[in-house]
T-cell receptor, first 115, second 113 residues
Framework: DGGITQSPKYLFRKEGQNVTLSCEQNLNHDAMYWYRQDPGQGLRLIYYSQIVNDFQKGDIAEGYSVSREKKESFPLTVTSAQKNPTAFYLC??????????????FGPGTRLTVL | AQTVTQSQPEMSVQEAETVTLSCTYDTSESNYYLFWYKQPPSRQMILVIRQEAYKQQNATENRFSVNFQKAAKSFSLKISDSQLGDTAMYFCAFFVNNNDMRFGAGTRLTVKP
């Protein structure tokens, strides 16, 4: 079955630690995205990637980093510089990059809690 | 600035009745796409309906329809014959270009038996 997987579903982190959230897709999509969701707010874009080895900052990139070494994978690292990392993180992908709209398909999300 | 406003944080409706969720947005662009996404308790985001701004006809998907008023920058979602499975957070969103997707804060809808 084609889709987007995120792991782990729940993640706990101690203050000062970096953690990496996994996002994999087998839809052969070119573009991938990371969003953060907080209570009472909509989704906010952290980073996006339109092609392998290229990525762009979204609205709230500070304290986060990403890589795109393979088309199907777009891991997100939450660094110790992120002051308030407790949130729900959603990964998405779409078939075409910049300049065209195509539907974004979402993964099931990862809930990150800082202890 | 491009923004999306959902003025109803929470709503409820009786099963089989009709409910309308409101959304307004602000953009200076003339061509864009509008969406309603559903996020049930599982937290999986599901696309409910899509509207292209250059199309005057309102989009419809089974029990879901929109009222798109471009001049007023309004994009409301009507759910007819509400079902228990419609209970979810609903997010209004719009896409302009260059991967700029903006989401509203969401409306929590509860369908009561």
């Amino acid at each position: 079955d084609g889709g987007i997987t995120q792991s782990p579903k729940y993640l706990f982190r101690k203050e000062g630690q970096n953690v990496t959230l996994s996002c994999e897709q087998n839809l052969n999509h070119d573009a991938m995205y990371w969003y953060r969701q907080d209570p009472g707010q909509g989704l906010r874009l952290i980073y996006y990637s339109q092609i392998v080895n290229d990525f762009q900052k979204g609205d709230i990139a500070e304290g986060y980093s990403v890589s795109r070494e393979k088309k199907e994978s777009f891991p997100l690292t939450v660094t110790s510089a992120q002051k308030n990392p407790t949130a729900f993180y959603l990964c998405a992908s779409s078939i075409r990059p910049r300049g065209f709209y195509n539907e974004q398909f979402f993964g099931p999300g990862t809930r990150l809690t800082v202890l | 600035a491009q923004t999306v406003t959902q003025s109803q944080p929470e709503m409820s409706v009786q099963e089989a009745e009709t409910v309308t969720l409101s959304c307004t947005y602000d953009t200076s662009e003339s061509n864009y796409y509008l969406f309603w996404y559903k996020q049930p308790p599982s937290r999986q985001m599901i696309l409910v309906i899509r509207q292209e701004a250059y199309k005057q006809q309102n989009a419809t998907e089974n029990r879901f329809s929109v009222n798109f008023q471009k001049a007023a920058k309004s994009f409301s979602l009507k759910i007819s014959d509400s079902q228990l499975g419609d209970t979810a957070m609903y997010f209004c969103a719009f896409f302009v270009n260059n991967n700029d997707m903006r989401f509203g804060a969401g409306t929590r809808l509860t369908v009561k038996p």
